[in-house]
């Protein structure tokens, strides 16, 4: 099923779920919770669960998913035209 995925994708995971694990660590860790913390007079859940996790992280690992398989196939391309 994953045999021909590019190993960027194993990276993008690690970090997506690696993230989602660092802050529900943080979650549990804090003493009086995550909604009375706040950045910028916003929650702290809602900076990083909605506008981190939902919008940046993953325009960031879709680039990943582009731009890496794409420099491995010109490289590819251009060592076929080498030889």
Partial sequence: MFK???PIFWVGIAIMYG???VF???????????????IAGIPAPFVY?????IWL??????WLWYYFPEKTN????SQGKEE
Avoid: R, Y
């Fill in 4 to 6: 021909g995925m590019h």
């Fill in 19 to 21: 993230l989602s694990i």
């Fill in 24 to 38: 529900w660590i943080i979650e549990i860790a804090s003493n009086t919770g995550t909604w009375t913390t706040s």
């Fill in 49 to 53: 669960n909605n506008l981190f996790m």
């Fill in 57 to 62: 992280v993953p325009i960031f690992i879709a």
């Fill in 74 to 77: 010109k490289e590819k391309a």
